[in-house]
């Protein structure tokens, strides 16, 4: 089931979107405000979908399991793909391009990205309340936001090989937490809650794991 698409937002919707969205659907199928088009079916999907999306570990949670599923998906149609066709020299071309232009400068960024936050939490842990520190920790998640930027837009630049689709599956998840995880750790540098300061760290984790699963694939 397809939470995403029930709520008619995208994977990579903030919390926030996903509220406004849940409020929009639930105002447009409610029978006390709009009796014409009132489905308390479609009431029960909304509210089972908000209750996991709305829910940001439980939201954690359901996009991993997604992934694996797409994850497996793709590789039936890759396994499909090799069995059922020749791999000519277009398809070839093909990949050598979407590596070299898509997956190598997208991975880089990632790392970019992610292998500095230990370092800068180590020097914020000196004094989280030290406006020095702070500007400097606020810097680093600007810069992540332009990285992330830029990645997304590689990302989207050409369409990926149809036998690495598995593998575009994994940037495009680990992407989306990278981005989840910066908005957590920016969180924290408003309100001083260390919940955002640990949730940031667990999503650039699964973040890079998901990059590493794709890399591996690469290898194979």
Known sequence: CNYYKILDITPTATQGQIKQAYRRLVKLF????????ADHES??????????LGDPQRRKS???HQLNQNSHKYRKTSQYYQKHHTRGKNIDEHLQKWLNQVYKPVNKIIISILKPLKSEINDLAADPFDDQLLESFQNYLESCRELLKKAHNLFNSLPNPSNFAGVAANLYYCLNQVSDGI???????LNYDDYYLHTGQELFRIADRLRQEAQAAIKQ
């Open 30 to 37: 409610h029978p006390d405000i709009n009796t014409d088009i």
């Open 183 to 189: 908005d957590d750790l920016e969180l924290f540098t």
């Open 62 to 64: 359901y996009d991993y």
């Open 43 to 52: 009431i029960i999907r909304i509210n089972e979908a908000y209750e996991v």
